[in-house]
């Protein structure tokens, strides 16, 4: 059979078909499209039993039912979080759903200190400007890591990966999670109400998954506690940022910095090339006026180990339906 995948990447495309063709070759053909699954796009899924999504496809009710009229009996998600799936959907409808629950989180963790130390040493406006033969350092001063504190909200596999490089900075480290992870304690975090990390905290990083109770876990009041110079990181989801509340923040001059790699509304923006196009996304645009601000589009997770053990796990949770088995990726398993 021909199984499709939305919204793959041309970095992508070459781990996907080589893991593809090791498990099916011969027996499933695989193809690739650029184009994202939204409302606009669900009818041309028709036909095909096995569908991949990622990230910035939406997965809601009226498309899984277009889906499922069309004979799609299962969702293959390229990810570990499937907030843009609607399960309860998919489990009415009969659909099996699978992501991938697990995969490099250094690949994550890195980038969001990638964005940190970027934001803190002010790298693009020094970037910028030796590229112009501006050498000067007005403007560029940064702070010390060692002995400041590290604020680390979520603290599973991405969040414990982020605390063992604060840990190497000799950072102190702050923690909050509805569960302590022993390999965080092990490097001496100290877990406090959520309250306390954001008060006391240098630099906040976010590693929760985006639930109803963490929508809008920072809000104004959360950015009113955090210190005026203090730097906010989400590498996980935008929605866990209230964006109006940031730029307010922004707007009256507190934070030192925010690095973003994901953003509230970055469906139907991330992964595509905006730049011929007016911005209507009026926070988009505001957001990226403010120059202590590092937006990326969402990318943290984009290396070849992390890639490859992604589609590897995608081409196995394929093969665990086909066979009528379900596993840990199983996030519904259709009767
Ligand atoms: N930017 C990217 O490319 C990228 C890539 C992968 C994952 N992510 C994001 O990173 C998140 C974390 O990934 P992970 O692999 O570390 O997941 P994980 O499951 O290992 O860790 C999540 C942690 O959040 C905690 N948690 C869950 N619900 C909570 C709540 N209501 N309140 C407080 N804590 C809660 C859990 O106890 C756990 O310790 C993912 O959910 C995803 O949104 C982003």
Same mark, same amino acid.
């Given at each position: 059979?021909?199984?499709?995948?939305?919204?793959?990447?041309?970095?992508?495309?070459?781990?996907?078909?080589?893991?593809?063709?090791?498990?099916?070759?011969?027996?499933?053909?695989?193809?690739?499209?650029?184009?994202?699954?939204?409302?606009?796009?669900?009818?041309?899924?028709?036909?095909?039993?096995?569908?991949?999504? +990622? %990230?910035?496809? $939406?997965?809601?009710? #009226?498309?899984?039912?277009?889906?499922? &009229?069309? *004979?799609?009996? !299962?969702?293959?998600?390229?990810?570990?979080?499937?907030?843009?799936?609607?399960?309860?959907?998919?489990?009415?409808?009969?659909?099996?759903?699978?992501?991938?629950?697990?995969?490099?989180?250094?690949?994550?963790?890195?980038?969001?200190?990638?964005?940190?130390?970027?934001?803190?040493?002010?790298?693009?406006?020094?970037?910028?400007?030796?590229?112009?033969?501006?050498?000067?350092?007005?403007?560029?001063?940064?702070?010390?890591?060692?002995?400041?504190?590290? +604020? %680390?909200?979520? $603290?599973?596999?991405? #969040?414990?990966?982020?605390?063992?490089? &604060?840990? *190497?900075?000799? !950072?102190?480290?702050?923690?909050?999670?509805?569960?302590?992870?022993?390999?965080?304690?092990?490097?001496?975090?100290?877990?406090?109400?959520?309250?306390?990390?954001?008060?006391?905290?240098?630099?906040?990083?976010?590693?929760?998954?985006?639930?109803?109770?963490?929508?809008?876990?920072?809000?104004?009041?959360?950015?009113?506690?955090?210190?005026?110079?203090?730097?906010?990181?989400?590498?996980?989801?935008?929605?866990?940022?209230?964006?109006?509340?940031?730029?307010?923040?922004?707007?009256?001059?507190?934070?030192?910095?925010?690095?973003?790699?994901?953003?509230?509304?970055?469906?139907?923006?991330?992964?595509?090339?905006?730049?011929?196009?007016?911005?209507?996304?009026?926070?988009?645009?505001?957001?990226?006026?403010?120059?202590?601000?590092?937006?990326?589009?969402?990318?943290?997770?984009?290396?070849?180990?992390?890639?490859?053990?992604?589609?590897?796990?995608?081409?196995?949770?394929?093969?665990?339906?086909?066979?009528?088995?379900?596993?840990?990726?199983?996030?519904?398993?259709?009767?």
């Amino acid at each position: 059979m021909e199984i499709v995948a939305y919204g793959v990447l041309s970095d992508e495309e070459p781990l996907l078909r080589a893991a593809f063709d090791k498990a099916f070759a011969g027996r499933h053909e695989l193809r690739c499209l650029r184009l994202f699954l939204d409302g606009d796009t669900a009818l041309t899924t028709a036909g095909h039993e096995i569908v991949l999504s +990622g %990230v910035n496809d $939406t997965l809601d009710a #009226g498309v899984l039912r277009t889906l499922a &009229a069309g *004979g799609t009996r !299962m969702i293959a998600q390229r990810s570990t979080g499937y907030n843009n799936i609607d399960l309860t959907a998919a489990r009415e409808l009969g659909v099996t759903v699978a992501r991938v629950s697990s995969y490099s989180p250094y690949s994550v963790a890195e980038f969001a200190w990638t964005l940190a130390l970027a934001v803190n040493r002010r790298i693009v406006r020094a970037a910028h400007r030796t590229r112009e033969f501006d050498f000067r350092l007005d403007g560029l001063m940064g702070r010390d890591l060692r002995g400041r504190t590290a +604020g %680390v909200v979520g $603290t599973g596999k991405i #969040g414990s990966a982020f605390a063992a490089i &604060a840990h *190497g900075f000799g !950072m102190r480290l702050l923690g909050w999670d509805i569960t302590e992870n022993p390999d965080c304690l092990a490097l001496g975090m100290e877990y406090v109400p959520r309250e306390r990390l954001f008060a006391e905290a240098d630099l906040v990083s976010l590693h929760v998954p985006l639930l109803p109770e963490t929508h809008h876990l920072v809000d104004a009041d959360a950015l009113g506690l955090m210190k005026d110079d203090a730097i906010l990181v989400n590498s996980s989801r935008g929605g866990l940022v209230d964006t109006d509340a940031l730029l307010a923040t922004l707007r009256a001059g507190r934070l030192t910095g925010v690095g973003l790699d994901v953003y509230e509304e970055e469906a139907g923006v991330f992964f595509l090339d905006k730049s011929l196009e007016v911005m209507t996304d009026e926070r988009l645009a505001r957001l990226m006026t403010f120059s202590n601000v590092l937006l990326t589009s969402h990318q943290a997770y984009f290396t070849e180990d992390a890639v490859g053990q992604i589609v590897r796990t995608t081409v196995s949770n394929i093969e665990d339906y086909l066979a009528g088995r379900s596993g840990d990726n199983t996030l519904v398993a259709a009767t």
